[in-house]
């Protein structure tokens, strides 16, 4: 290329590209309430660490808004979701409710998934004075923050999830019961709180904690840790995990041939991924759930009933809070008969603080920081089916202890 | 630390070495012939992953098979990417433009990687995934073994060829002495082009051996970038041997470390080596000449 | 720019300034007084534009996504203190950006200081902990410069999830408002001016050094370091210096985002794609120029912002902005501020040909260039 033309070729190459870009955003966002419609503003984290739960809270939203869509709709207006992707990032979160109450104008906001995107997106839901029913902040300090608009729709916070385990092991008699444990927890509120939650009760009552590590979200070799708690010979082994994290932990764990008594990981094993992913090795395995498909509460019945129809299986966890959020969120619209920004939002926190709902988890009610007063469930994998065996009136199967070799 | 504990760390530390001695060998390749520090070469990683998880996923058939494709494509799109990106630049400015050159390489892939597959985790799911074989009381996972051996045979290729054919002494030479290597008669352009499609062709290797074992997401290149960056300014740029000798050495360091520190303050290691050596050494513990001046 | 072939071919072409020392431009200056008229009148323009934008902002959100662009133009300009006059291309100053909102936001939690002293501590912060960095970056050229500077936001990044009980590790780091009772909308204005200050003295601390002997020696460096230092300019101080400048300044830009965000994570403070953004806006304006990269931003943040307010977080903007890097890297290296005034000139009416350039006319035109960017 001769010299002369160079530059010139560089600046149309570059303006082009640069128009490209622009160009390429012209379509419509096509956002803002109309009279006839609610719209309702969710961020959620559809791709990065947590898009495997993300999704799933969208799918609950999905069957949520069609159901009542197909019911004659809030207040006989019909119902629409905005959803975006946060890339489960905090910042973008923020930048996402933002953009949904102060560009869009929605009329009502929910929750996005994982705490670590709660508390920053509540913050800017409060500052707007905005609604915030969530589906997915379970830990305690999303609740130790003052927030004023807060509900978290689901049956108890995560410390408190692993409570009828506890017990459980705890009953065990002497000789039986599991004298070590090995935890290991991604480095995420949530999981913690519901790892933690189990470790201190445990260690409360004389049990060893033989290895307790953190590792970050993004972590994906798990060898190392692996290797550590195999070498302890820990009797019980908790995870605090999200999805993947825990696929990663238990192969690491099956490659060492790492055998414990009992294992117990949060929220992967509730996946409907979760055996294949492993290898369908996964007799004996516990998590806690606040959820089970099989609950007779009657809203629960046609909401299992739709969303079969509609995917095939029954809904999971993630999808039946996202659905709870839901249903909270319509029966304060309903009782108050407003949905929109501005005074409205005060009447519906005000509602809520005072009455309870009754949803697909069974009724619930709120304290004065939001923090449900329910108890959460402790599921097995028996059989190859994940069936509940905690508390004894609602179980399904019975406990397996020890758990079989994996 | 118990014996045990140290010994299986000790084990999973070379067969983690083995691995980063491949794809950093890539790496000081690219840097070898064409002084160019190539970031998109863990991206590239990436893809062949991603190709080997998409090969399985599709057809059912061993993650393994798919380096019959992915090699030879990663080759041609080395020399491809030579010929046509990377020789457009002008030589005052090759080094700095070529790092922004192949970092817009790695966003592009990265972003082709989640626009076609999405962000969402991937892991090739193996009947022997778990399966593993005893050592002398530590236990190897079947999958990571294959991952050591196909990176191990690679590299033994890559430093027969370089040692044994003509091809790979001319490569040498125009690393040693572009101008030297000129006048003797080699065709250096040619022979770097070569030299860029085979650093290509060892992250399709690195890639489909990293499926075996580990999950994939389009943003994981980030968290091989510094580490084999850290490698080669440790080996010496430019040269193959150092880089392998510290690649075995830092990915052991890591392994162990990680048993006493956790994995998030054993990755520092690598860090900690990179200003270590620039500090004392700047060329490298085992380069020559060469690094010094980059 | 250093390079490795400097020392074993003969050099290229003659692109290279004179060495340090004053300049005589006092003549060109005459013949200059109409475009420095049409300059006066564009900055005004320009800056009433600016100053006006929170007026005009249609809604909080637009004004929030303001504040966002105002924040990269501050990380470009303050990225092109070592980029623009050194030519070491940084691709690591996500680093600093992130030191200065960790440590704008620990000062205040940890030490209970007041919001702004915090900011300001927090920029000597960071220049403490940039001047072993520097100096161990810094012993190298090139391509390991650049691998130090990925290094040390990766490194960081480790840290800040690794070392919890300090930093919050993955959970982040909360940092409380400074005017806990200002409205949100209000809270984006008063920020949104707070970033266009510090822009202001950062340009001004720019042009000031353009036109001192210090700027000229870093020019000097750019240009050919050893032909530099064999002049006798202190290369290594004064690539150091710049270093630091660059450092602090990016530094302040993060910790007046921590004062506004409030919500630190690690994998977004120390994130290399933030640092990859500011080498994008640079280059794209210009490195050479004072509004360089301030125009860049405003192009390449504006097209971000828009990008995501149409498109919601797709990985598309990843592509764009690679397909963006590549063709400015291939293209328009200098930037598009050169490339359209040597398009003005190529069809104005004073130009007859320049399609064979001899190195005296590139060196005049260089030269002419230079003066150009001194007046700015």
Not at chain 1, 93 to 121: H, K, M, N
Not at chain 1, 164 to 178: C, K, M, N, Y
Not at chain 1, 279 to 306: C, D, K, M, R
Not at chain 2, 4 to 17: A, D, T
């Amino acid at each position: 290329m001769t010299q002369w033309n160079r530059p010139a070729l560089g600046l149309a190459a570059t303006l082009t590209a640069s128009a490209l870009a622009l160009s390429a955003c012209s379509a419509d966002a096509g956002g803002g309430g109309s009279d006839d419609t609610i719209t309702i503003g969710i961020s959620l984290p559809l791709t990065g660490d947590f898009s495997e739960p993300g999704k799933g809270v969208q799918r609950g939203y999905e069957a949520w808004a069609e159901m009542v869509n197909a019911d004659g709709g809030l207040l006989g207006r019909q119902v629409e979701l905005t959803i975006l992707d946060d890339q489960s990032s905090a910042d973008r979160v923020v930048q996402d409710y933002e953009a949904l109450i102060a560009q869009d104008q929605v009329d009502l906001v929910f929750g996005p998934f994982s705490t670590r995107l709660v508390v920053p997106s509540a913050r800017v839901a409060e500052e707007y004075g905005m609604l915030f029913v969530e589906p997915a902040g379970a830990a305690a300090e999303v609740f130790d923050q003052g927030f004023e608009n807060l509900f978290y729709a689901a049956p108890a916070i995560a410390n408190d999830h692993y409570n009828h385990l506890a017990e459980q092991i705890l009953a065990l008699p002497e000789a039986e019961r599991p004298q070590t444990v090995a935890v290991a927890a991604m480095d995420d509120p949530f999981a913690q709180g519901t790892a933690y939650g189990l470790r201190d009760k445990l260690a409360d009552a004389g049990l060893d904690v033989l290895v307790d590590e953190v590792y970050p979200p993004n972590t994906t070799d798990f060898s190392s840790i692996a290797a550590k708690i195999s070498d302890s010979g820990a009797d019980v082994v908790i995870g605090g995990t999200q999805y993947q994290d825990a696929v990663n932990l238990i192969v690491a764990l099956q490659q060492l041939d790492y055998q414990p008594r009992l294992a117990a990981f949060s929220t992967a094993p509730t996946n409907p991924e979760f055996s294949s992913a492993i290898g369908e090795q996964t007799e004996g395995i516990l998590a806690p759930t606040g959820y089970t498909p099989e609950a007779p509460w009657p809203s629960n019945v046609e909401f299992v009933e739709h969303y079969t129809e509609t995917h095939g299986n029954p809904p999971a966890e993630d999808e039946a809070n996202a659905f709870t959020t839901g249903q909270v969120v319509a029966a304060a619209v309903e009782a108050v008969g407003c949905a929109e920004q501005g005074d409205c939002q005060q009447q519906l926190i005000d509602w809520l603080r005072e009455n309870e709902v009754e949803t697909v988890v069974g009724p619930l009610s709120w304290d004065d920081a939001g923090r449900p007063q329910s108890a959460h469930m402790i599921q097995q994998y028996v059989e190859g089916d994940i069936r509940i065996v905690l508390p004894a009136d609602a179980a399904e199967a019975d406990f397996l202890f020890p758990k079989p070799t994996w | 630390m118990s014996g045990s504990l140290l010994f299986q760390s000790l084990v999973l530390g070379v067969l983690l070495g083995g691995l980063y001695a491949l794809l950093a060998a890539g790496l000081t390749l690219y840097f070898g012939v064409m002084r160019v520090v190539m970031i998109a070469h863990s991206a590239f990683l990436i893809l062949a992953a991603y190709l080997a998880w998409w090969f399985n996923e599709r057809t059912g058939l061993d993650p393994l098979l798919s380096l019959v494709v992915t090699v030879p494509l990663f080759f041609l799109v080395g020399v491809g990417m030579q010929r046509l990106l990377i020789t457009r630049l002008r030589p005052a400015t090759l080094t700095m433009m070529s790092v922004l050159l192949t970092f817009a390489i790695a966003l592009f892939i990265e972003g082709m990687i989640g626009f076609v597959w999405s962000g969402t985790q991937r892991r090739v799911q193996l009947p022997y995934s778990g399966s593993n074989i005893e050592f002398f009381g530590a236990n190897i996972a079947v999958v990571k073994l294959v991952a050591f051996v196909l990176a191990a045979a690679s590299l033994g290729a890559l430093y027969v060829l370089l040692k044994k054919s003509r091809f790979g002494q001319a490569l040498r030479a125009t690393i040693q002495h572009r101008e030297a290597a000129q006048l003797v008669g080699i065709r250096t352009d040619r022979v770097a082009a070569l030299g860029f499609g085979l650093g290509l062709a060892t992250a399709a290797v690195g890639g489909t051996a990293l499926a075996l074992d580990a999950t994939i997401y389009p943003s994981l290149h980030w968290h091989w970038v510094g580490p084999l960056m850290a490698i080669i300014v440790v080996g010496g740029l430019g040269s193959i041997p150092g880089t392998a000798i510290a690649a075995m050495v830092l990915g052991i360091g890591q392994s162990l470390l990680q048993v006493e520190l956790g994995t998030t303050w054993a990755q520092t290691l690598f860090y900690v080596a990179l200003f270590a050596t620039l500090m004392l050494r700047p060329q490298g513990f085992f380069g020559g000449r060469l690094a010094q001046r980059f | 720019m250093p390079n490795a072939s400097d020392t074993e071919r003969p050099p290229p072409s003659p692109t290279r300034t004179a060495a340090p020392g004053p300049r005589d431009v006092k003549g060109t200056r005459q013949a200059l007084t109409v475009a420095r008229a049409v300059k006066l009148v564009a900055f005004v323009a320009g800056a009433v534009l600016i100053l006006s934008f929170p007026n005009m902002a249609p809604n909080p959100y637009i004004l929030s996504a303001g504040v966002v662009v105002a924040s990269y133009a501050c990380t470009a300009t303050a990225w092109n203190f070592m980029g623009g006059f050194t030519g070491y291309i940084s691709l690591g100053h996500a680093a600093f950006f992130g030191l200065g909102a960790y440590a704008t936001g620990l000062l205040i939690r940890d030490l209970s200081w007041p919001p702004f002293v915090a900011w300001l501590g927090a920029g000597a912060v960071v220049v403490l902990i940039t001047i072993p960095v520097g100096i161990a970056a810094l012993r190298v050229r090139g391509a390991s410069f650049v691998i130090v500077s990925i290094a040390f936001v990766l490194i960081l990044l480790l840290v800040s999830q690794a070392w919890k009980d300090f930093t919050g590790g993955s959970n982040g780091l909360v940092v409380p408002r400074p005017f806990p009772d200002l409205l949100r909308p209000e809270h984006h204005r008063v920020f949104f001016y707070l970033f266009v200050a510090l822009l202001a003295v950062m340009l001004l601390v720019w042009w000031v050094i353009d036109r001192s002997r210090f700027g000229a020696g870093l020019k000097a460096v750019r240009e050919d370091e050893d032909k530099a230092q064999a002049l006798g300019v202190p290369t290594r101080d004064y690539k150091l210096v710049a270093y630091l400048v660059s450092a602090l300044f990016t530094g302040l830009s993060g910790g007046m985002y921590a004062l506004w965000f409030g919500d630190l994570d690690p994998i977004f403070q120390f994130s290399i794609l933030l640092g990859a953004y500011m080498v994008l806006m640079a280059l794209l304006g210009g490195v050479r120029h004072l509004y360089g990269p301030l125009l860049g931003a405003l192009i390449v943040g504006g097209a971000l912002e828009y990008f995501k307010l149409e498109y919601g977080d797709t990985q598309l903007h990843l592509v764009a902005t690679a397909v963006l890097l590549g063709v400015v890297v291939l293209f328009t290296p200098n930037g598009i501020i050169p490339a359209a005034t040597d398009l003005v000139k190529r069809f104005g009416p004073q130009d007859s040909s320049i399609r064979e350039m001899t190195a005296a006319e590139l060196l005049e035109r260089n030269e002419n260039e230079a003066r150009r960017a001194a007046d700015e």
